[in-house]
């Protein structure tokens, strides 16, 4: 309920500050890291972890991702109950256009979406990803159908956002597979 709040309040400041109405300029932020992890992971222990890639760790992520490569440094949540991994989140910052934005990716044990919450988004308020658009990921794994006009339709008016977005989704999804050693017999 008050991830559901808090989403309507952004929403009403972002279309107030894109009328013209609202008094002073509005970095979007719908929740907080706690927050989102809160609403996927309910009453799971969340643990944050920094994760350090290899270069070779990296170099496997950007070619699997077909996406910019990763920073080296990985900020990922891992979400337990009664010692078992039930799911884990990742941090992805990014560029859209000139300004940044961050996501946090929500994955199932398996490694495929459960949510994408926006928790900082700096670009013009009009350029937000809508959260229906947003929800298209999930269910999804890494694929090559996992590409804007394929299995994710594109936002009409801000096709660098949906571009930085499925960018960041594909790089989450394969900085997992990584590091779980998924595809490399381990």
């Known amino acids: 309920m008050q991830g559901a709040l808090t989403r309507g309040l952004l929403t009403l400041g ?13 970095a979007a932020q719908a929740l907080s890291r706690e927050e989102a992890l809160a609403a996927v992971y309910g ?30 440094l990985v900020a990922r949540y891992v ?39 926006v928790t900082a988004f700096l670009e013009p308020p009009e350029y937000l990803a809508p959260e229906a658009w947003l929800d298209q990921y999930r269910g999804h794994g890494l694929g090559d159908d996992l590409a ?11 096709t660098l956002t949906a571009r930085a977005a499925n960018s960041a989704v594909r790089r989450t999804l394969a900085i997992d597979e990584v590091l779980r050693g998924v595809g490399d017999g381990q």
């Open 14 to 26: 972002v279309g107030l500050a894109a009328s013209g109405l609202w008094p002073w300029p509005v």
């Open 148 to 158: 804007v006009d394929r299995a994710i339709r594109p936002i009409a008016g801000a």
């Open 43 to 72: 009453d799971a222990e969340v643990r944050a972890e920094r994760v350090f890639l290899t270069p070779d760790q990296m170099q496997r992520v950007e070619s699997r991702a077909g996406a910019d490569p990763p920073s080296p």
């Open 79 to 117: 979400a337990t109950e009664n010692g078992q991994a039930v799911g884990r989140a990742y941090v992805d910052t990014h560029t859209v256009r000139t300004k940044r934005e961050s996501l946090l990716i929500s994955l199932d044990a398996q490694g495929r979406v459960l949510r994408i919450d």
